[in-house]
């Protein structure tokens, strides 16, 4: 355990599992917005409904994410928080990991 409350390999696995969350979380992206300019109504309507969805896509952790350490425990609510990952996604951490975020989310320790 570091100073920022998690190990170093947590860290180094974090740092590896964040561009496959991000590609498919951008891929998840890609089919929503597909599906938003094939709907009904007027062209110009869905362009821009595009334009603004793509505008604040653009500046979510699925999208660029600071990594830095200091940054770990942030990074990994707002990429729940934003549907990027879900608590399954952090079965290879450790438990103190996975604890903790289970506690940030309302859950309890599991006891294992």
Known sequence: MNEFGFSE???KLFRSKVPGWQEAYM???NREYIELL???GNPA???WALDKRIRRDKRGVGVVID??????????V???CDGVIDLNDLDDFSEDV???VRF???GFPSGK
């Open 104 to 106: 940030l989310f309302g």
């Open 9 to 11: 390999r947590d860290w």
């Open 67 to 76: 990594m830095r350490r200091s940054m770990f425990w942030e990074n990994i």
């Open 38 to 40: 094939s709907g009904g």
């Open 98 to 100: 996975r604890e903790r």
């Open 27 to 29: 891929d998840r992206l």
């Open 78 to 80: 707002a990429l729940i």
């Open 45 to 47: 309507d869905r362009f």
